[in-house]
């Protein structure tokens, strides 16, 4: 019997053997290599017959927890919460510590030729993906919605090849529960860049 077998049995293996296919290419595509032209800050979203702003709860939980983090020193040391709410609004324009960013969020498609994938990040995202079969699609969006905030081009990349919709680039931020312009950009407001 082979460490594979023991791992699970029936429907569980294959489940097993999905997984285990489906995580290098999943690894090289939330890793791609730095300084070319791979790395969006900007957001991307999936255009169907609705928008899939192609940033689930896992994702908004995990960039909450980043942005608590970052206050954390204040708020040990007895910083009450609504001032520090205030001042990041006022500095950086940032929705409430509190805010529930995935109810909260908001895309806004970049205009002209920034608003498609550029063709050398789509070739790089696929050919990275291109081990995923069409079987294991749903195991492969599945990890990637649950796992991180930061995956966006890899799972538009596959909810495209899904027929779930086209990748759609743009800006991501969170409305403001007591305003009405949406000054929270967090991927994408200072211009869509692929770096």
């Known amino acids: 019997m082979s460490f594979q077998d023991m791992l699970t049995t029936g429907t569980g293996k294959a489940a097993t053997k999905a997984l285990t296919n489906v995580a290098p290419a999943l690894l090289r595509a939330m890793n791609p290599p730095v300084n070319q032209g791979l790395m969006a800050d900007c957001h991307v979203a999936v255009q169907g017959a609705t928008l899939d702003i192609n940033f689930g709860k896992h994702a908004a ?61 789509r070739k790089w995202y696929t050919d990275a993906l291109k081990t995923i079969t069409n079987a294991e699609l749903d ?39 007591g305003k009405a312009k949406v000054m929270d950009w967090e991927f994408g407001g200072n211009g869509i860049r692929w770096v």
């Open 61 to 121: 939980q995990a960039l909450s927890s980043a942005r608590r983090a970052e206050v954390q020193a204040f708020v040990s040391m007895g910083y009450p919460t609504a001032q520090l709410d205030k001042m990041l609004f006022e500095s950086m324009g940032n929705v409430p510590l509190g805010t529930d960013l995935h109810a909260a969020a908001v895309f806004e498609a970049a205009k002209g030729p920034k608003q498609t994938l550029p063709q050398s990040v």
């Open 139 to 177: 195991i492969a969006i599945t990890i990637l919605e649950n796992s991180t905030h930061v995956g966006c081009v890899p799972l538009a990349i596959l909810k495209e090849r899904k027929g779930l919709g086209t990748a759609v680039v743009g800006k991501l931020g969170f409305k403001h529960p």
